[in-house]
């Protein structure tokens, strides 16, 4: 196939970062995704999916793959349940607003997640209680180099908070291409004890909830908090919530009692990263383009024509004071693209 040359990603990614790739080759089928891979099998190049959880450092040399195929399919159903495939290139919120338009449940907590789908079980991408660990069944996925397919069912991906094997033991080895679900169709197992979704229920005077009504709650509640991608480029949480020891905590809430907290299963404790960062006093901060958002601490923004190197190094300025601040070392989501600036 023909790459364009001389791309700017900037439509591309959610950040909103003005970079320059050399070559882009766009599949718009999975056809073509086989056949590009067949051609740079022995090449290194770039798989760029939605962008929404990258932050283009600079302009791009190898080639550039862009995913551009989406599309929902139903595989299976009995009188409960539902099997829907998703292709990798099938934008996510469009993905959780077909199902409740046809009744289903299991993704509503999901609602207004940026991206396509065949980044999500990259990231377990979750929100509000609910991860994609809880309803996917599994994955489709090409090898890079072989452009063999392989399946991954759920067991199989190391699904751990903000992690999968796709981002460990098979980091860049591995497209994904499709992506299966399994949903309710009645007895839904609504998660409602997350976040202000009760809240919002009861303003909205809603008793018993549907999968609808909490996707309408979730999605109050992030517009409230979270900017728009369209408006303000963002890629949603830039930091991952640290999960610390038992032991650490002690030492932590020793000295900072006020301590926002959620106690784990296992023992040891999550601490939002965003109370963490407003703490230390950038929530709103700005320096040029490149900010902190003013009403979650959590989101790094692009107000305009900042750099990636510029937003890099604000969160790495950001990473250092909460260190400083409560001796808690904060990570990226977010991956940088190329991986040093």
């Given at each position: 196939?023909?790459?364009?040359?001389?791309?700017?990603?900037?439509?591309?990614?959610?950040?909103?970062?003005?970079?320059?790739?050399?070559e882009v080759?766009?599949?718009?089928?999975?056809?073509?995704?086989?056949?590009?891979?067949?051609?740079?099998?022995?090449?290194?190049?770039?798989?760029?999916?939605?962008?929404?959880?990258?932050?283009?450092?600079?302009?791009?040399?190898?080639?550039v793959v862009?995913?551009?195929?989406?599309?929902?399919?139903?595989?299976?159903?009995?009188?409960?349940?539902?099997?829907?495939?998703?292709?990798?290139?099938?934008?996510?919120?469009?993905?959780?607003?077909?199902?409740?338009?046809?009744?289903?449940?299991?993704?509503?907590?999901l609602s207004?997640?940026?991206?396509?789908?065949?980044?999500?079980?990259?990231?377990?991408?979750?929100?509000?209680?609910?991860?994609?660990?809880?309803?996917?069944?599994?994955?489709?996925?090409?090898?890079?180099?072989?452009?063999?397919?392989?399946?991954?069912?759920?067991?199989?991906?190391?699904?751990?908070?903000?992690?999968?094997?796709?981002?460990?033991?098979?980091?860049?080895?591995?497209?994904?291409?499709?992506?299966?679900?399994?949903?309710?169709?009645?007895?839904?197992?609504?998660?409602?004890?997350?976040?202000?979704?009760?809240?919002?229920?009861?303003?909205?005077?809603?008793?018993?909830?549907?999968?609808?009504?909490?996707?309408?709650?979730?999605?109050?509640?992030?517009?409230?908090?979270?900017?728009?991608?369209?408006?303000?480029?963002?890629?949603?949480?830039?930091?991952?919530?640290?999960?610390?020891?038992?032991?650490?905590?002690?030492?932590?809430?020793?000295?900072?009692?006020?301590?926002?907290?959620?106690?784990?299963?296992?023992?040891?404790?999550?601490?939002?990263?965003?109370?963490?960062?407003?703490?230390?006093?950038?929530?709103?901060?700005?320096?040029?383009?490149?900010?902190?958002?003013?009403?979650?601490?959590?989101?790094?923004?692009?107000?305009?024509?900042?750099?990636?190197?510029?937003?890099?190094?604000?969160?790495?300025?950001?990473?250092?004071?909460?260190?400083?601040?409560?001796?808690?070392?904060?990570?990226?989501?977010?991956?940088?693209?190329?991986?040093?600036?």
């Amino acid at each position: 196939m023909t790459p364009d040359k001389n791309v700017s990603l900037k439509p591309f990614n959610t950040f909103g970062i003005d970079v320059i790739a050399k070559e882009v080759y766009t599949a718009n089928s999975l056809t073509d995704l086989v056949a590009i891979v067949e051609e740079l099998k022995d090449s290194n190049y770039f798989v760029l999916n939605g962008g929404s959880n990258i932050l283009l450092s600079r302009d791009i040399e190898i080639p550039v793959v862009r995913i551009n195929f989406p599309g929902i399919e139903v595989l299976d159903e009995d009188d409960d349940f539902v099997w829907i495939k998703a292709q990798a290139g099938q934008n996510w919120h469009e993905l959780v607003v077909y199902s409740l338009k046809h009744g289903y449940g299991g993704l509503e907590n999901l609602s207004l997640i940026p991206g396509n789908t065949g980044t999500a079980p990259m990231q377990n991408i979750g929100a509000y209680g609910v991860e994609i660990k809880d309803v996917m069944v599994y994955c489709e996925a090409l090898h890079r180099k072989t452009a063999e397919f392989k399946t991954f069912r759920t067991d199989d991906c190391q699904f751990a908070y903000r992690e999968s094997i796709f981002k460990g033991a098979l980091k860049g080895m591995y497209i994904i291409t499709a992506v299966v679900f399994k949903l309710t169709k009645r007895n839904h197992q609504l998660h409602l004890n997350y976040g202000d979704i009760l809240q919002e229920l009861e303003i909205a005077g809603i008793s018993e909830p549907t999968p609808i009504d909490v996707s309408r709650a979730v999605i109050k509640i992030r517009q409230s908090k979270l900017p728009d991608p369209k408006v303000m480029g963002n890629s949603g949480s830039f930091f991952k919530n640290p999960i610390i020891s038992a032991d650490k905590f002690a030492e932590v809430l020793a000295k900072h009692p006020d301590i926002k907290y959620y106690l784990l299963e296992d023992g040891t404790v999550k601490v939002p990263a965003g109370y963490l960062i407003e703490k230390s006093g950038y929530k709103g901060f700005r320096r040029g383009d490149a900010g902190v958002h003013e009403k979650q601490a959590l989101v790094l923004v692009n107000y305009g024509s900042a750099s990636g190197p510029e937003l890099y190094q604000l969160a790495l300025e950001v990473k250092q004071v909460v260190f400083e601040t409560f001796d808690i070392t904060i990570e990226p989501e977010v991956n940088l693209v190329p991986e040093s600036v």
